[in-house]
């Protein structure tokens, strides 16, 4: 068993110490699990998985909360194995997703700021074990998370029992980072007084009462790394469309070179968005942000970042590395929320976030679908995207144009699944271009979109459908019969793309 | 010409006192006009009107910014007058939604409380004439709003130049009732300390310069009075379910019996359902609001009712006599806010407000659309919901759940226009009965709003829908070619009922 007893500086816990087999036994069918992980971050490495092993064997359905996604094989294995009765608020797991698909995990999507405010609401999802994992234990019982804070302060809570999973592949030095407040249920909802992304309100730990621990189990598994490809032609273009127009932004003198503090998505074109800031004019700049992945670390090395607040840090292996053998670097320019205060309503439009999180397809009057294949099919959840684009000062949604050589166009004439209305959503920007929608009724937005955004190969049939809408009137034109013919005519043809219809006829 | 005098204590101001039609002059053709006035409440009653009057013979079109909607043939006028280029954030007039579905007039339509910020973000709408009507003047020359707040703040601290129109119909007492702070840009963005609904945190007037005043013009027209229906069958049904619901909740600990502060909509519906509250066993209940309606004031009556704050008061004639013939019994129980506080996603969300608010459609996984008929003519704006559902304690949408003799069901399979998804509803009602979603994935809510909202004449016809989407899979199960057919069918055959056509065809 792998054992690092200083770790723990309270001593009553000593005898808490069992293996994750052991530890896995404490949970039983139809429990409640409040896990800690946000973004493959922070995850149970060995309890929650070793439950996944048992339920392949036994008959055991739990209902799992977590912060956002968990790490490699956990939630594949926990749906594979038929472990899950319902899931929430995030998940990005392939095999997961297929479960969701066919209906047998039921799956709850929830901004990501708003899952530990349900939990004081509702008690259906009381949790009956939280699942923690932590970097050391202070002298009096709390716990010191390690790579994501998420949702593990209410889930300790709300908890009747608690597993702390101590990682010792994390250095110790990663105490400190993280700012921990537990905040109370209105009525008596106190001002959550975050004034700067360094802002600090809470503790270094989490507070938990020290009779709930049931077991404390010693693990030494790395986070799952983050695999990012690298930025591309059409990424790259993304980045630099979004650089031009913050540089207009500053010499028109709405926002200084410092801009205001920046959120990104997660994923390549997010990340990719965020490293060309590298090589820009901005200087001094600061992240209010829920994931930290490559990008932010190439901003503190380029001297461009001065300081980076979210609610984990997801990197892939050599970031990682880069930065856990240097951390003091780093220490004193990050800072770890619960993600119910990274994500706060609150705090984003009272620091002003300008907000950068990508799409799976948008509308020509700006609307946004997220998280569904065909208006039906899950795909990854919502995330914290809404959080951000409701609140913040800018909302900026990317995607490419066009994808599947050219089949599928990411403009439609509607989206097949709204998670953002167009009041959400300030700017759309595509490798072709950006549309900068503030201020601009829907057919004007539908007009700049299809102009500055769509792919040239889709740019008529677009403009086509729009006329034809627009001739009929109304405030957002639309064609109930034609608006999914796109979606349809991909699932019939393999196409969206009207012409090559016709060629192939030919 | 009504005069006075006396409710100007700022002396410089007596040398800029002008007719109407005199201060209508001064607005040139383009420009943008900041004009007070929130649901028809306490808005410009002579010089707007003058304006739309001259555009009948001149070419004159304005960009006009309220606060929502505003006085009965104002917006007609000005949209028959040809007067309006573009018109924002609200509007609820028919012959103004004629224009805006015909394209004659833009129309951008925002979240309520988005609009002050909008004008910080961006200089395209920069202010060139404020239109605020005034109870009196402070002896510095700063402005007493009237029956609401609205926009006026951020209109008059962002015009070139200001018109007031003193209105001597209401008693000068009013004066008090107002707590105005004007938010600084981001970075600077102060913390809003609003901690209960009666929280003071600013000046019971508004701060200008009074240099930019360019007009002074005196009227005696009251506000156009509200007109809504008494409470029926259906809306006493929705009423007593909500209620129900409540009561629940408080029975289950999770709620006091003086709830949490709550929010209504406007209309027949929202002010039925508060009416309820009457004769319900709750007790010190508070609003935190963005409209006032008579319901408000019968809830004084009875008692029940602690405190309200918003952003206006929109009541019917004889409630509004009833007020202001004994203004003193209601008045420190009242407090007017700028609509970007009284509806400030940080305020909300601290205080737990329970919002309740209409929709036109809502859909089998409780998406609801407030604002479009067929997905493509506006009907209302979507005004403050979109606040209140998002950050609220409680999001509550209510509609009957048919209409037009049974020809139209309000519950659909997709709704034709997304305002509100189904992260920001946690519960639906209809006469039929009430669907707590809290917690429920999309497939469970759906069986749910079918079971307990839905129309009997629609509930096969539904569920036919929702288990054919279903066998195909996915976590939000649709049929895109079918999606919209109950919209078509509406259309081209004059009912959504699949056997009335079957009927017909015996």
């Not at 896995?24 to 069918?29: P, T």
């Not at 800072?335 to 009272?350: C, D, F, K, T, W």
Request: aromatic letters at 6%; charged letters at 25%; a negative charge.
């Amino acid at each position: 068993m792998i054992n690092n007893k200083q770790r723990i500086k309270y001593f009553p816990y000593l005898d808490k110490i069992q293996t994750p087999e052991q530890a896995a036994l404490l949970i039983k069918n139809k429990d409640v699990l409040g896990v800690s992980g946000f973004t493959k971050a922070g995850d149970s490495k060995t309890v929650l998985p070793q439950f996944a092993k048992r339920a392949l064997h036994e008959d055991l359905k739990v209902t799992v909360l977590s912060g956002a996604s968990l790490g490699y094989d956990t939630d594949a294995d926990l749906a594979k194995n038929g472990a899950l009765y319902k899931r929430m608020p995030f998940q990005a797991d392939p095999t997961l997703r297929k479960s969701i698909n066919s209906h047998e995990v039921l799956y709850v999507d929830q901004h990501l700021g708003q899952t530990a405010d349900m939990l004081q609401k509702i008690d259906k999802f009381k949790i009956n074990i939280a699942i923690i994992e932590a970097v050391s234990i202070t002298d009096e019982g709390f716990i010191v998370p390690t790579t994501s804070v998420g949702n593990s302060p209410i889930f300790a809570d709300n908890a009747d029992q608690i597993i702390i999973e101590i990682n010792t592949t994390f250095p110790e030095s990663l105490a400190g980072i993280h700012d921990v407040k537990l905040l109370k249920k209105q009525p008596n909802r106190e001002i959550i007084p975050v004034l700067e992304s360094d802002s600090r309100i809470g503790d270094p730990y989490i507070r938990i009462d020290p009779n709930k621990v049931v077991a404390i189990v010693f693990t030494k598994v790395p986070d799952s790394p983050a695999v990012i490809a690298d930025p591309d032609e059409k990424t790259t273009a993304i980045s630099n469309h979004i650089l031009k127009f913050l540089e207009k932004e500053v010499e028109a003198g709405r926002l200084t070179e410092s801009l205001l503090p920046l959120q990104a998505g997660i994923g390549k074109t997010a990340n990719a968005i965020l490293s060309g800031f590298t090589n820009s004019k901005f200087k001094n700049l600061t992240m209010y942000s829920e994931v930290l992945q490559d990008s932010t670390f190439e901003l503190f090395d380029s001297g461009k970042l001065l300081f980076a607040s979210a609610s984990s840090i997801t990197v892939t292996e050599s970031c990682s590395n880069k930065i856990f053998s240097n951390f003091e670097k780093y220490k004193e320019k990050l800072l770890l929320r619960p993600q119910n205060i990274s994500n706060a309503a609150e705090v984003i439009s009272r620091l002003g976030v300008i907000g950068i999180n990508t799409a799976i397809e948008v509308d020509i009057y700006g609307n946004v679908n997220s998280t569904h294949i065909a208006g039906t099919k899950m795909m990854n959840g919502i995330g914290g995207s809404g959080d951000f684009a409701r609140n913040g000062y800018l909302s900026i949604f990317a995607c490419p144009s066009i994808s599947k050589e050219g089949r599928i166009s990411h403009v439609v004439p509607m989206v097949a699944h709204t998670d953002h209305t167009e009041h959400d959503v300030d700017i759309l920007v595509t490798e072709q271009g950006l549309a900068d929608l503030r201020g601009l009724a829907p057919v004007e937005r539908a007009r700049l979109i299809i102009e500055n955004c769509v792919h040239p190969d889709y740019k008529d049939q677009l403009l086509t459908y729009f006329e034809e809408a627009y001739a009929l009137g109304g405030q957002t034109p639309h064609i109930l019969e034609k608006a999914f013919s796109w979606h349809t005519m991909l699932k019939d043809k393999g196409t969206m793309k009207v012409e090559e219809l016709v060629d192939n006829l030919h």
